[in-house]
């Protein structure tokens, strides 16, 4: 027959081992499986999914938006069917009719282009001076509106930009839409998931020469994990 010292002792050598499980499985459960990132804007909130096959340019925006850097920020400059585009430091409060798009933050990032990866309508992409390498600005970025083409059109950007569309691209412009012709000359990654109609509100105001918004539209963006 068991003392009540000996089950004392059995009952507490069980507790560790059920501890030790359980964390293991509250560490693994914690783990996001996807980064996310909401942009609020003054017209409504876009939901981004960042592309984990664009690390450096996904890990450089995760840690802009921790820091809360493009908090207060504004959508700078504005191009209908084309592309709305933002992360402009010198941007925040800035006093109206300025020029705006030649701040940074000082570094680029080198270009992480993907044969898979398109600028489709609500593609994530990062702008960028000209440069051999096609490096990244270090945080300036725009979203995609582009268009609906046609095979016409398709022959004429073929012939234009000296590039070979291939027929996934053909079919992915022709129906979602974007900006074929800047597939493999400026980096993809990652695209909007919800608050589609946000970039058509955005893309559909008024503009001053040198596409600024004529009424601000400012941005503020927060990380959300997805387990």
């Given at each position: 027959m068991k003392t009540l010292a000996t089950l004392s002792i059995a009952f507490l050598t069980l507790i560790p081992c059920f501890s030790f499980a359980e964390a293991g499985k509250v560490a693994k459960s914690k783990v996001?499986?996807?980064?996310?990132v909401i942009i609020s804007t003054d017209l409504g909130d876009m939901k981004v999914r960042l592309y984990k096959e664009t690390p450096l340019h996904r890990s450089n925006f995760i840690h802009l938006v921790d820091s809360g850097f493009y908090d207060s920020l504004l959508?700078?400059?504005?191009?209908?069917n084309f592309m709305i585009q933002g992360g402009d430091p010198q941007s925040k409060n800035a006093p109206a009719g300025v020029m705006l798009g030649n701040g940074d933050?000082?570094?680029?990032?080198?270009?992480?282009?993907?044969?898979?990866?398109?600028h489709k309508k609500g593609a994530l992409?990062?702008?960028?001076?000209?440069?051999?390498?096609?490096?990244?600005?270090?945080?300036?970025?725009?979203?995609?509106?582009?268009?609906v083409f046609t095979t016409e059109q398709f022959s004429m950007i073929e012939s234009q930009r000296g590039m070979k569309l291939s027929d996934k691209q053909k079919q992915l412009y022709s129906t979602v839409g974007g900006s074929p012709w800047l597939d493999g000359a400026y980096t993809v990654y990652g695209e909007v998931i919800e608050g589609m109609e946000v970039i058509d509100k955005i893309a559909a105001v008024q503009t001053a020469p040198g596409d600024r918004p004529v009424t601000d539209v400012h941005m503020y963006?927060?990380?959300e994990l997805v387990y």
């Open positions: 996001p499986v996807d980064t996310l959508f700078h400059r504005v191009i209908r933050v000082g570094y680029t990032i080198p270009a992480e282009f993907r044969d898979t990866i398109y992409c990062a702008a960028r001076t000209e440069n051999p390498a096609k490096a990244s600005s270090g945080c300036q970025f725009y979203i995609v509106q582009g268009q963006m927060r990380i």
